[in-house]
């Protein structure tokens, strides 16, 4: 079956350092890859779009990775603030047609003054 | 913000009642798409609308539909509201032709007692 696997456990880490969340899927050829944000109560803010024949993107403190290989992408905040406290959501466009997002749960994570 | 906008933005209903949440898409965009979000969930894909057709679905039963309208505005219906539809109800719009990124609006929180 078709699965989307972020950690489901909160990583909580020191303020400066570099957060990396894992998302991990099974029986997806996507051919988009997306991280968003999302704040309590709140919808989510869309941040980095990866397609399937790029291996890295960045904007600005922000990094993901895309491994379709070992069905992979890896999200990096670089010099994490309390600020950057939430829950990060990765979603899979498989259909370009009808674009639909397919998401995982999402991480939360916590960013210790 | 988005520009999306949705209303209202909670709401409480009864077991077998029926409802109709509404999204204002961001200006310039054709298609709209509805998810739902369980507590610590990531959002399922319930449908989506181009140019008022449906166009896709995700694993949802038919008393739950929808419409769009020639200003690309949206509703979504519910009938029959079991307990388990509690739930954030988040719709998305977006750009056919400009990528896939999509812009989420505040969600609605709809309670069924």
């Known amino acids: 079956s078709q699965k989307i696997e972020q950690n489901s456990e909160a990583l909580n880490i020191q303020e400066g350092k570099t957060a990396t969340l894992t998302c991990n899927y099974t029986?997806?050829?996507?051919?988009?890859l997306q991280w968003y944000r999302q704040d309590p109560g709140r919808g989510p803010v869309f941040l980095l779009l990866i397609r399937e024949n790029e291996k890295e993107k960045r904007k600005e403190r922000l990094k993901v990775t895309f491994d379709t290989t070992l069905k992979q992408s890896l999200f990096h905040i670089t010099a994490s603030q309390p600020a950057d406290s939430a829950t990060y959501l990765c979603?899979?466009?498989?259909?370009?047609?009808?674009?639909?997002?397919?998401f995982g749960s999402g991480t939360r994570l916590q960013v210790q003054p | 913000e988005t520009g999306v906008t949705q209303s209202p933005t909670h709401l409480i209903k009864t077991r077998g009642q029926q409802v109709t949440l509404r999204c204002s898409s961001q200006?310039?965009?054709?298609?709209v798409s509805w998810y739902q979000q369980a507590l610590g969930q990531g959002p399922q894909f319930i449908f989506q609308?181009?140019?008022?057709?449906?166009?896709g679905r995700g694993n949802f039963p038919p008393r739950f539909s929808g419409l769009q309208f020639p200003n690309y505005s949206s509703e979504l219906n519910v009938n029959a509201l079991e307990l388990d539809d509690s739930a954030l109800y988040l719709c998305a719009s977006s750009f056919r032709g400009q990528g896939t990124e999509a812009f989420f609006g505040q969600g609605t929180r709809l309670t069924v007692v």
């Open positions: 029986n997806y050829s996507p051919a988009y």
């Open positions: 200006s310039g965009h054709n298609t």
């Open positions: 979603a899979l466009v498989a259909d370009t047609g009808r674009r639909a997002l397919t």
């Open positions: 609308y181009y140019r008022e057709e449906e166009n």
